[in-house]
């Protein structure tokens, strides 16, 4: 046969087959759920939830101010970028015009020292130019002294062979002559 059905049967019958101890009908668990509910009731009644809203809002608040803090954070580093993006535009602008200040400055240096090469270049050329007029001058006054030197050496041994001391009394005479005609 089988057992008699009533409350406590009906309502827990894995108690009764496991062997479970009941009081007025509420098992181990019953009684840890119900001593849950007395708790939340004491927690309630002592005011937790008000506390826990309290602690969730000031974090909340906390958070609230690392936002902003962080929000004012990042303009500022956006402003210093946009700062040093502006300092680095303007080196590099400053320093492409003093390229450009360099590059002329070059031009002008490079120009001038041509026409300071090409000037000097010219006045070593009529130096140059001088030297060698005056040693043909010299060479042509050389020349001509030995040439004098020579002819006279020579008309002077021709004349030493070919004349005699009354052939150049002779000589003497009619040059001395020709003399007083030029004069009158």
Request: hydrophobic content about 50%; proline content about 2%; glycine content about 4%.
């Amino acid at each position: 046969m089988t057992a008699p059905l009533n409350a406590t049967t009906l309502a827990q019958p894995e108690a009764m087959e496991h062997g479970e101890m009941a009081f007025l009908g509420i098992n181990a668990g019953g009684f840890v759920a119900l001593s849950m509910l007395v708790v939340i009731g004491i927690l309630i009644w002592r005011g937790a939830p008000k506390a826990i809203g309290r602690a969730l809002d000031n974090k909340i608040a906390a958070i609230r101010q690392q936002l902003d803090e962080a929000s004012k954070l990042r303009a500022e580093a956006e402003a210093l970028r946009a700062e040093y993006q502006a300092k680095a535009a303007a080196a590099q602008s400053e320093a492409d015009q003093i390229l450009a200040h360099a590059r002329a400055e070059a031009d002008v240096i490079l120009a001038d020292a041509k026409q300071h090469t090409a000037s000097l270049i010219e006045r070593r050329t009529r130096m140059a130019e001088d030297k060698i007029a005056a040693a043909e001058r010299t060479a042509v006054a050389e020349v001509r002294a030995r040439a004098a030197d020579a002819a006279s050496r020579a008309a002077a041994a021709l004349i030493a062979e070919r004349h005699d001391a009354e052939g150049d009394k002779a000589l003497v005479d009619k040059t001395i002559a020709n003399l007083g005609q030029r004069l009158n």
